[in-house]
């Protein structure tokens, strides 16, 4: 089965660190860019970070350069968000999300995880 | 980075025919994609590209564009159509993505 499971969430403190984790099957993993989107309790879709195919970032939002690092392991069929310095802001329900295209990408979301809730509060 | 802008609220008559709108400048450059995301639902993409619909998804979901504007048509909506529909799109220096705020799609 095509499917993407995230882990990882939970309630932070304000200031401290999460790493939230994604594992895929049922397709080729190490042939598509994939993403993290997050989703604020009531609130829409804003987009994370990407990553290519080989670990090369696409790029993070500004609300998250600096304090958060994407990376996956081909090997393991798994993309990982490394957050630091968390924020009440940061409260969502993280999306990890498969591109369209092989290879490069496309910043089209073609399979979605069900997400897992990341809330900071003190 | 550039904004998307959408309608907060649309409604349709059963079997009728509904546009849902996005715009931005970044769509000048950009074609958009859109999704569907049903209440504790993940979002479900129903169109992407210049003309590229997704194995599974209904031919009554079609995309278009024009000028700084993207939309959506449901063509003969059904009931299982109310949602939220998001469009997204590259922004205008093509290196972070956007977002519109989304439109709740009522079915009447």
């Known amino acids: 089965e095509v499917q993407l499971v995230e882990s990882g969430g939970g309630l932070v403190q304000p200031g401290r660190s999460l790493r939230l984790s994604c594992a895929a099957s049922g397709f080729s993993f190490d042939d598509y860019a994939m993403h993290w989107v997050r989703q604020a309790p009531g609130k829409g879709l804003e987009w994370v970070s990407g990553?290519?195919?080989?670990?090369?970032?696409?790029g993070y939002a500004d609300s998250v350069k600096g304090r958060f690092t994407i990376s996956r392991d081909n090997a393991k069929n798994s993309l990982y968000l490394q957050m630091n310095s968390l924020r009440p802001e940061d409260t969502a329900l993280y999306y990890c999300v498969k591109d369209v295209s092989p290879k490069s990408g496309t910043y089209y979301f073609d399979l979605w995880g069900q997400g897992t809730l990341v809330t900071v509060s003190s | 980075s550039s904004e998307l802008t959408q309608d907060p609220a649309v409604s349709v008559a059963l079997g009728q025919t509904v546009r849902i709108t996005c715009q931005g400048d970044s769509l000048r450059i950009y074609y958009a994609s859109w999704y569907q995301q049903k209440p504790g639902q993940a979002p479900v993409l129903v169109f992407y590209?210049?003309?590229s619909r997704p194995s599974g998804i209904p031919d009554r979901f079609s995309g278009s564009r024009s000028g700084n504007t993207a939309s959506l048509t449901i063509t003969g909506a059904q009931a299982e159509d109310e949602a939220d529909y998001y469009c997204n799109s590259r922004d205008s220096s093509g290196d972070h993505v956007v977002f519109g705020g989304g439109t709740k799609l009522t079915v009447l």
């Open positions: 590209d210049k003309d």
């Open positions: 990553i290519i195919w080989n670990s090369g970032a696409l």
